[in-house]
């Protein structure tokens, strides 16, 4: 927001892209899990797993059960979950993964009080990443629950709307770097916590941590057939080297559309680049869409992007509410030649504060597919013709909003401009 200085803006970031990968759409966990399921059942080596939210319902603990059925077959099987996301679940993982080879590892974990006081606890895990036999990977913004059941208002008829892309090439082995490093860093962690509550050596735990990291042996299959040529990057976000990767990447497809930017995220709070870049972009005649919740699940997310209606409709930008079931969906399409599918919304905690990991793809066939997807969840939307943004109440509104992303950021640790 404007004046909100939040973090030193780094430049531009080369996003690796490289051809030879085969891209596969998948819509929910309908279309996830199955695949999912069927790389873990061929699985002969290595299974990595990072993931926001791992419940503990009949989808999720049949996801365990594969795991564990993996493991028994000699499989390496890594876990690594966030411990806010599945604070609520993590007792049952535990109790499940008990007495197996599954490494379940939780990054910052919530399980003590003191935890709250720890620097960085605001800045979470939010990647959902699979990686199987250097073969296949999973990368998207589907976490492991049920579609039809969310955790704060239960059972629903309609699963929510959501997407995740299945990838083989090279794209693949950056994905297993990026989850062993996340269940490195957590497994790590926990080994110096117990050292430092059960008082064993820290040579021993450290050694155990290592063992645990290494066993076994790593075969990597050769693909069984050739790749499609497909150029693709896997962004990520994080709090070191690619802190804006994702910003820039969706800034700059922005800055750069001729003909159509179209845009699914549930959490739409932007700072001043990808703002002016929607603004930019409308004023020039690019027919600019935007797919925001209309079932609100944090009455704060809703305000927060209903208080740029105003500013974005003033330019021509076309906002729409889907409201046929829950929006979780991260994906984007730019000129029907650039997409992404991922993890990271368009708001400070996924730009500045998460880690987040999208896959972008050039390629008309597959935007076409995700245009497709887009198209359909507009034709059941309502579209925001009027935001109301002009009165008194909605200023104080945008304000409280500013205000409060503003404090937020800073007891975050983040710095500089947003």
């Known amino acids: 927001m404007r004046g909100l200085r ?158 995740a892309v299945e990838l083989r090439g090279g794209l693949v082995d950056l994905v297993g770097q990026t989850v062993r490093s996340i269940w490195s860093r957590a497994w790590l962690g926990r080994e110096f916590d117990d050292a430092l509550l059960d008082y064993v050596p820290l040579r ?80 020039r005649g690019v027919r600019v869409r935007l797919l925001l919740q209309g079932k609100v699940d944090y009455r704060l997310a809703g305000w927060a992007a209903e208080a740029l209606y105003a500013e974005l409709l003033g330019h021509g930008v076309e906002i729409y509410e889907y409201t046929p079931a829950f929006l979780h969906a991260k994906v984007a399409v730019v000129d029907g030649t650039w997409a992404t599918v991922g993890s990271s919304n368009i708001d400070p905690l996924s730009l500045l504060l998460n880690l987040e990991a999208n896959v972008v793809v050039r390629d008309a066939s597959f935007a076409a597919r995700l245009s497709g997807e887009i198209d359909a969840a507009l034709a059941v939307s309502q579209r925001v013709s009027e935001s109301g943004g002009q009165g008194l109440r909605a200023m104080l509104r945008r304000a409280v909003v500013a205000w409060f992303a503003y404090v937020f950021l800073r007891v975050a640790g983040a710095a500089g401009r947003y």
């Open 6 to 163: 939040l973090s030193r803006r780094s430049g531009p970031q080369d996003t690796g892209f490289t051809g030879g990968n085969e891209v596969t759409l998948l819509r929910g966990g309908d279309e996830l899990f199955p695949r999912m399921h069927a790389a873990i059942r061929q699985a002969n080596s290595e299974i990595w797993l990072a993931t926001y939210i791992f419940h503990h319902d009949d989808t999720s603990l049949a996801l365990a059960q594969a795991l564990m059925a993996a493991d028994r077959r000699g499989v390496r099987v890594r876990l690594v979950v966030d411990g806010f996301g599945s604070h609520a679940s993590l007792a049952r993982l535990q109790a499940c993964f008990a007495g197996t080879g599954v490494a379940l590892a939780v990054f910052r974990p919530m399980d003590r009080w003191w935890r709250w006081l720890q620097p960085g606890q605001l800045r979470r895990l939010h990647q959902k990443l699979c990686m199987v036999d250097g073969a296949v990977a999973f990368v998207g913004g589907i976490n492991v629950i049920d579609d039809r059941l969310d955790l704060h208002h239960g059972r629903t008829d309609l699963p929510r709307l959501d997407f």
């Open 204 to 283: 021993r735990r450290v050694g155990l941590w290592l063992n645990q990291l290494w066993r076994g042996p790593q075969r990597l299959p050769e693909p069984a057939a050739p790749m499609a040529p497909v150029c693709a990057a896997f962004v990520l976000r994080d709090n070191l080297r690619r802190r804006r990767t994702i910003e820039h990447a969706y800034a700059d497809a922005i800055a750069r559309a001729r003909s159509t930017v179209d845009i699914i995220c549930p959490y739409f709070y932007p700072g001043q680049r990808i703002r002016h870049a929607l603004r930019r972009a409308a004023d």
